[in-house]
């Protein structure tokens, strides 16, 4: 069962994630992810926010340049691999819960519409919309959310929760 991390970390936890945010700000090469990007240097108030909400900005970046490189490439597989699925999906037409890598095939010409393209690519991580609900590109067209993968919630991962095609 995947448990939705919402809200603060509590005590260390935070102050360790505080620290590894703070200390991005003066590195000028972040670890890259997969595809070889660097995750920009941060603010201080951006990597204030990281910290204050408990999530790990190098696994969001990771995420973020996946979804762009998904969108660029129109690849429904690496779409899928960062999706938390079941995953809900917004459409003109109807709501539906996307239950799989293969059923999110079926829907790869909607996903992959020039508009939801422009959102994705336009999205800078620096302005990544933030909240103890998750992270958010463009005005809600993607949602992320860090994910806890058991009751425990020692660790968690960012993943796509959300698809929003409504305009």
């Keep these: ?25 003066g590195a000028a090469v972040a670890e890259a992810d997969e595809g070889g990007a660097q995750m920009p240097p941060l603010s201080p108030e951006t990597a204030g926010r990281y910290a204050d909400l408990g999530y790990d900005p190098q696994q969001v970046y990771a995420v973020f340049a996946g979804v762009q490189a998904a969108f660029r490439a129109r690849d429904v597989a690496k779409l899928s691999e960062l999706i938390s699925f079941p995953m809900l999906l917004k459409t ?12 999110l095939g079926r829907y790869k010409d909607k996903i992959f519409s020039d508009d939801l393209r422009a959102v994705v690519s336009a999205q800078e991580f620096e302005t990544l919309f933030l909240s103890s609900d998750g992270m958010m590109f463009g005005d809600g067209q993607i949602w992320l959310q860090a994910q806890c993968p058991d009751q425990a919630c020692t660790t968690s991962l960012v993943r796509i929760v959300t698809i929003n095609m409504i305009k």
Excluded: T, Y
């Excluded at 003109?92 to 059923?103: F, I, K, L, N, Y």
């Design 92 to 103: 003109p037409d109807a709501s539906v819960r996307v239950q799989s890598a293969r059923e």
């Design 1 to 25: 069962m995947v448990v939705a991390r919402r809200g603060l970390l509590a005590g260390a936890s935070k102050l360790v994630l505080g620290a590894v945010a703070l200390s991005i700000l």
